[in-house]
Structure formats: structure tokens, C-alpha cells
């Protein structure tokens, strides 16, 4: 392989298969072997720069004065074997340039003569890339697109993480569901649209008036959970009354009018035994109670 710079069909299977990019180059600085990974990074097919001069533009760096001539890394490498490390910018096909982090490594034969060099190099920033990729994911699967307050699905593990606690600690918390009342009167007489904007005023005024560790999260519909931490139920009877305050305060704007909405609200804390389904059906049940006394009102528990 180092004689003649070509790697063995066994050699050239582990390169395929590597995620960084590799170019062997020659003592004329010659590209004579391209993996995949390097055409996935560069853009440029293997036959495309194979034979060609590595500081060409073809698959070269956009940072002239820094790989260029006698700023090339190669350069150094060759004449004294040295193995250099840096970052620049890699030239796409498509024009644009990928910033990549490259090693150059010299290609020594038998007799330990320099024959050539191996430019191997990989995305900067890949796992940021991952990392950023993966937060969409998340973003995705766990908040409501519309409101962008967390969903059901987040509002449920959570719930079901509070409650295993609550089991072993007795750690005191709250669930609280919240109706908008009358809601589809807002759709039918002012259009999806704005019952939309009325969604996002509600969810952003609830999130404004609750504490920085209390989630409310989009139930389905117009219907919102609220998890208050550490709270009893006489703090609760204030808080939601303040919630519910807030909501009938709020308005939205939508093609000059002004459209308000009220909120019903059902409360309670976890009793042992409980599931996620339990309590928050107990929560519903007492939201249902609030709509059949009147909407724009809460109903509670009446003990610990």
C-alpha cells in the first residue's frame, strides 16, 4: 500500500466505511485515492478529482492563504514528516465552503521514506449539528406546534414522574385543567383563524401568570394542564383564581376586533394511590362542575 500508494481491496473496505474524510496524496500533490466519506463532505465524486493537483480548487480549501503554496500543510508534512492539524474551510462542489478539521499525515515506504500523505478530515461542529437536530426532535414531539407550550404526551410523562415522587416523598403538587369557555362560538363567528390567535393568547397568559416551576401544557383542543409544584390547596385557590382573572382580562385583536374569552377551571392534589389517569379524570370532573355552575368560575377539592 505505502509503495504504491493504492490501498488493498481489505484496506480500501475499512476506509469506505469510515465517517471522516480521506484523500491520499502523492509526492506531486497528486489526489490519487478519494473515500466515500470525502465525496459526501466535498461534494466531488472520485472521478472527478482523482489525478488532479489537491491545491487545485477541485475539492480544496476556500482559505487560500492559509493551504495554499507554501502555506499548504502538505507542504510541511512532506518535506519533514511532520503531522499537522488545523482548521479551515473546505471548498463544496455546490460553491459553498464546509468548515472542516484536517490532519495530514506523511506516507512513509519500507525504508521510511517520505512517498506521499494522507489528508484525513471531518465536519467541524457534527455533533452540534446532532445535538441542534435532536433538540427539533424534541421540540417536535414534545410541544405544541401552534401555542408552543409543551403537549399531552410531555404533560403526561411529567405528570407520571411527579406522581412516583409523590409516592415516595409526599411531595405536595397540584393539577389544574382549564376550558376555554365557549370556544366554538369563537371559531364559527370570527373564523379558525383567529380561535387560533385565541389559543396562543391564553396559553402565553397562563404561562405569564404561573411560577417559573409550574408547567401548562396543551391538553387537546382548548383544553390546557397546569402541574403546580409544592402548593396546597389554599395557595392553589389563589393562584388559580388568579389565573382565571387573567384570562378574562386578555384579548386578542383579530381584523380590528377585539375578542375575549373566560376560563373554566377544575383543581386537585394527588391522593395515594393515584394514577395519572385518576387524577387528572378528578381534575376533569371538577372542570365539568365549574361549567355546569356557570363557566368563568373554578371548582376544588374541599380538603387535603
Not at 510541511?76 to 478539521?101: F, S
Not at 411531595?171 to 389559543?199: C, E, Q, R, S, T
Request: aromatic share 8%.
Amino acid at each position: 500500500m505505502l509503495d504504491s500508494l493504492v490501498p488493498t481491496p481489505q484496506q480500501q473496505m475499512i476506509l469506505d466505511n469510515l465517517m471522516n474524510g480521506v484523500y491520499f496524496i502523492n509526492k506531486n500533490r497528486d489526489i490519487i485515492y478519494g473515500n466515500p466519506a470525502a465525496e459526501h463532505i466535498s461534494g466531488f465524486k472520485s472521478e472527478e478529482i482523482l489525478g488532479k493537483p489537491c491545491q487545485d480548487d477541485v475539492a480544496h480549501t476556500a482559505s487560500r492563504d492559509i493551504l495554499r503554496c507554501e502555506h499548504c500543510p502538505l507542504i510541511d508534512t512532506m518535506a519533514k514528516g511532520n503531522i499537522v492539524t488545523l482548521t479551515a474551510n473546505l471548498r463544496h462542489k455546490d460553491g459553498y465552503c464546509v468548515p472542516v478539521q484536517r490532519r495530514c499525515v506523511p506516507l512513509l515506504d519500507a525504508n521510511q521514506k517520505i512517498i506521499g500523505a494522507v489528508k484525513i478530515f471531518e465536519r467541524v461542529g457534527v455533533q452540534e449539528d446532532l445535538n441542534l437536530q435532536l433538540k427539533k426532535l424534541k421540540q417536535i414531539a414534545y410541544f405544541d406546534s401552534l401555542t408552543g407550550i409543551p403537549n399531552r404526551r410531555y404533560v403526561e410523562e411529567l405528570l407520571k414522574n411527579w406522581l412516583q415522587t409523590y409516592d415516595k416523598k409526599n411531595w405536595p403538587f397540584a393539577v389544574a385543567m382549564g376550558d376555554i369557555d365557549f370556544f366554538k362560538n369563537v371559531n364559527d363567528k370570527y373564523g379558525h383563524d383567529a380561535g387560533d390567535l385565541v389559543l396562543k393568547k391564553v396559553a402565553s397568559t397562563l404561562r405569564k401568570h404561573l411560577r417559573s416551576l409550574d408547567i401548562v401544557g396543551r391538553w387537546g383542543g382548548e383544553e390546557f394542564l397546569i402541574l403546580m409544584q409544592n402548593i396546597r390547596l389554599k395557595q392553589l385557590e389563589k393562584k388559580i383564581e388568579s389565573l382565571r382573572k387573567a384570562i378574562e382580562e386578555s384579548w386578542v385583536e383579530d381584523d380590528g376586533v377585539k375578542i375575549k374569552v373566560t376560563m373554566s377551571f377544575g383543581c386537585t392534589v394527588p391522593r395515594k394511590g393515584d394514577t395519572p389517569l385518576s387524577l387528572v379524570g378528578r381534575a376533569d370532573d371538577f372542570l365539568y362542575k365549574s361549567k355546569r355552575e356557570g363557566r368563568n368560575r373554578f371548582s376544588m377539592d374541599d380538603s387535603e
